[in-house]
């Protein structure tokens, strides 16, 4: 046996260890995000399309208010999300309160930091009251309060001090005794005999220090010549002073005192301001949070809406899109196709084929039916996957036997506003679209909308539009004039929606006018003598029924130069009637069968993705012909079956 390596680790034996005890994650430790809380997953997804392309998101909230109202899973979906929305608002109502009780604390400790300063204070002046009982040069010195108090009092004399301070005239005999002292030392220098020396005298004994002298002191004072100062003053001066510097610590004192309550009651109106603040606040935040938790379940519903894309929002708004629409449109044919008769609800499905199949990619989910499974796997693998993948995967679709090119024309001028006119016209020309659709999935659709003027529109567009001007007829046949002739389809149709007459006309230079009927006819009839010019054209003119029988002859007029026909009805059996005028008149065609020298296959032969496309002929006929048919191509199999349409 080798020595293992210094890098290699020894590992225990199997057999002598026992296994590490798992530590399973506790479930109650799961977020609550995690929680599955889709709403609209519990509702009917056809009233919900209908509501929203009828009503608006108003209709969406009316459904989720009455399947609330019921109970069961979707209104316990419901509460559970209030209930988390309310948890999570009431989160912030706390850190609201907390920062409430934070900024009442905070006033609470300025208060007292401000009451210890001025207890303090207080405390230092009456100390300094006490010296001032025995001013002296050390306790100016000593005490900073007692040495302002001192020079307040000599800049600011008081009444008693002006009078201690006041110099009296001399007397008469003073005066008297002044002269003859001064008399007789003149004679004393005149004789030479010297100056006499005074007598000391007590300060007390001498003259007293004015105002000025001391307002000036008051300036200039130090507690190093204070003792200059009071040794100069009578004890009537110093009395003074000292009388009016304890009146200054008095009056200090007691200013600070009243600052201080004036403070404590300013601090007490703002903590009572605060408290009722902080309540406001909290109902406000309340309030708020119930709002916020009303429109979180209504932000859900929005979400969820623009996840399934049956919404979008635009310039800040809400909009419906172009799937909600189709779906819409669908549900729309439905309905409509229960009220026809059996063969033509049959036709409607496109049950008819033409045998005619090409190979081409994925388009569409339905066409898995027909997948290329052996060409789609060979793709998927020569792009490195093991798997079938969309972009590599190829179908037989059938090839129709002639295509379509139709334009459907609505008036959407004033008078369609009137009853339900125009939500009619609309539904009906969704359920002709989403038909045509399914007859011909490569036709080309245009939806024309006129009044005015005229646009070309979109589904959403056309289930969006709103009423306009007059019924400018001739500008939408000159429209639908300019689709139809560059079109190379095999088969034009013209629908037109209308509920009375031309009333306005397009001049040559592009402007509308309005007023002239009979010229306005005559514009129309003119334009429509231009599209019968395309063909092969079939066309049909719904007149919504009228009082006015001058509406039905300008309808048949206009028909009689399209050479079409004429369908007078009202709006609720509008979509019926161009549903059995398109189906009626639209028989379907197969294709012609391959001549001798063509074999064909009952089924496209398997050909690389990168071979082209091309198209087979798979005959109907009976069984012997499939027979005949599989022995000349040299291979078996079943004709792929006729697509479903969506």
Not at 123 to 145: F, H, I, T, V
Request: charged share 30%.
């Amino acid at each position: 046996m080798t020595a293992s390596s210094p890098t290699e680790a020894t590992l225990p034996s199997p057999s002598n260890t026992a296994p590490a005890a798992i530590a399973l994650p506790a479930c109650e430790a799961v977020s609550e995000e995690l929680e599955d809380d889709d709403l609209l997953s519990l509702l009917a997804k056809d009233r919900m399309v209908r509501a929203l392309a009828e009503q608006g998101l108003g209709g969406v909230r009316e459904i989720v208010r009455e399947e609330e109202a019921k109970g069961g899973r979707f209104a316990e979906r419901v509460a559970s999300l209030r209930e988390r929305l309310r948890r999570q608002f009431s989160r912030q109502v706390h850190h609201l309160q907390q920062e409430y009780r934070r900024k009442e604390d905070d006033l609470r400790l300025r208060q007292e930091d401000q009451r210890r300063l001025l207890e303090a204070e207080i405390a230092r002046l009456q100390e300094s009251l006490q010296r001032a009982r025995e001013l002296s040069a050390p306790s100016l010195k000593a005490d900073q309060d007692l040495m302002e108090a001192v020079r307040s009092a000599l800049l600011l004399p008081t009444d008693a001090l002006k009078r201690a301070s006041r110099e009296r005239p001399p007397s008469l005999w003073q005066r008297i005794r002044a002269f003859f002292s001064h008399l007789w030392q003149a004679i004393l220098r005149l004789f030479g005999r010297g100056k006499r020396a005074e007598p000391r005298r007590k300060p007390s004994e001498g003259r007293t220090v004015t105002i000025g002298r001391l307002a000036s002191f008051g300036r200039t004072l130090s507690p190093d010549n204070a003792g200059d100062l009071f040794g100069q003053l009578t004890p009537a001066q110093m009395k003074a002073i000292q009388d009016a510097t304890e009146q200054r610590l008095r009056d200090r004192t007691r200013d600070l005192t009243r600052q201080g309550k004036e403070s404590e009651v300013e601090v007490r109106r703002r903590r009572d301001d605060l408290a009722r603040e902080a309540e406001a606040a909290r109902a406000e935040a309340l309030r708020r949070a119930e709002e916020q938790t009303r429109a979180g379940v209504e932000k859900k519903v929005r979400d969820e809406l623009k996840e399934r894309g049956w919404v979008r929002e635009r310039s800040g708004q809400m909009a419906i899109t172009y799937a909600l629409v189709e779906k819409f449109a669908r549900l729309v044919l439905e309905e409509e196709s229960r009220s026809l008769p059996e063969g033509l609800r049959m036709s409607l499905k496109g049950s008819a084929s033409t045998g005619l199949y090409e190979k081409g990619r994925l388009r569409q989910l339905d066409e898995v039916a027909r997948l290329d499974l052996v060409g789609s796997l060979v793709e998927s693998r020569l792009r490195g996957s093991r798997h079938l993948i969309e972009d590599a995967s190829y179908v037989y679709r059938e090839i129709r036997s002639e295509s379509l090119h139709a334009v459907l024309l609505l008036d959407t001028s004033g008078s369609m506003a009137e009853g339900e006119k125009l939500p009619a016209a609309k539904k009906a020309f969704l359920a002709l679209y989403m038909a045509i659709r399914r007859r011909y999935p490569d036709a080309v659709l245009d939806v024309v909308a006129f009044d005015n003027n005229v646009r070309v529109l979109d589904l959403v567009s056309l289930w969006e539009a709103r009423p306009g001007a007059f019924t400018n007829t001739g500008e939408a046949l000159r429209t639908a004039h300019e689709l139809l002739r560059s079109s190379r389809a095999h088969r034009k149709e013209v629908y037109l929606i209308t509920d009375g007459l031309p009333e306005a006309y397009s001049e040559e230079t592009g402007e509308v006018k309005s007023g002239n009927l009979q010229k306005a006819l005559e514009s129309a009839l003119q334009r429509a003598t231009e599209l019968r010019t395309v063909g092969p054209l079939a066309s049909t003119i719904v007149l919504l029924k009228s009082e006015d029988p001058s509406f039905e002859k300008a309808a048949r007029a206009l028909a009689r130069v399209l050479g079409g026909s004429v369908v007078i009805t009202d709006p609720r059996r509008l979509a019926f009637e161009l549903l059995v005028r398109f189906i009626g008149d639209q028989p379907m065609e197969r294709a012609a069968p391959a001549g001798p020298s063509e074999p064909t296959a009952p089924h496209p032969p398997a050909a690389s993705a990168s071979a082209p496309t091309v198209g087979v002929s798979v005959p109907g006929g009976t069984a012997r012909d499939r027979r005949k048919a599989r022995r000349a191509s040299g291979g078996g199999g079943t004709p792929p079956s006729a697509p479903s349409p969506s």
